[in-house]
């Protein structure tokens, strides 16, 4: 088992920055990959951002790309989201997830359902 607690969200204005906080415990964090969704209200969960168990690879949404950042650092155990550049669609609950599934040249899972664990979840809202 690995529980996952987010932190970081917040109320901001388009244009700023927040740094989503995923912190973990239980099993070893560092074997699985780790995955940032997000959810707005009557829209489906939707991948933002994955990076591998070894932090060599990361992969983005189209969305997200250059305004979004992922890292993770696994003596901590712990995971993050540097979001800057933030717009009114940027908007939801985001999660943190973790799953077995390695990343390879062609990017990480964008598939909820292949990540084992996920955390509560932190709102993130940009306004206009």
């Known amino acids: 088992q690995v529980q996952l607690v987010e932190s970081g969200g917040g109320l901001v204005q388009a244009g700023d920055s927040l740094r989503l906080v995923c912190t973990a415990s239980?099993?070893?964090?560092?074997?699985?990959?780790m995955g940032w969704f997000r959810q707005a209200p009557g829209k489906e969960r939707e991948f933002v951002a994955a990076?591998?168990?070894?932090?060599?690879?990361?992969y983005y949404d189209n969305s997200v790309k250059g305004r979004f950042t992922i890292s993770r650092v696994n003596a901590k155990n712990t995971g993050y989201l540097q979001m800057d550049s933030l717009k009114p669609e940027d908007t939801g609950v985001y999660y943190c997830?973790?799953?077995?599934?390695?990343?390879?040249?062609?990017?990480?899972?964008?598939?909820?359902?292949?990540?084992?664990?996920w955390g509560q979840g932190t709102q993130v809202t940009v306004s206009s």
């Open positions: 997830a973790a799953g077995p599934l390695g990343c390879s040249g062609n990017g990480c899972s964008r598939l909820p359902f292949e990540y084992d664990y």
């Open positions: 990076i591998s168990w070894s932090g060599g690879i990361t």
């Open positions: 239980g099993r070893t964090f560092s074997s699985y990959t």
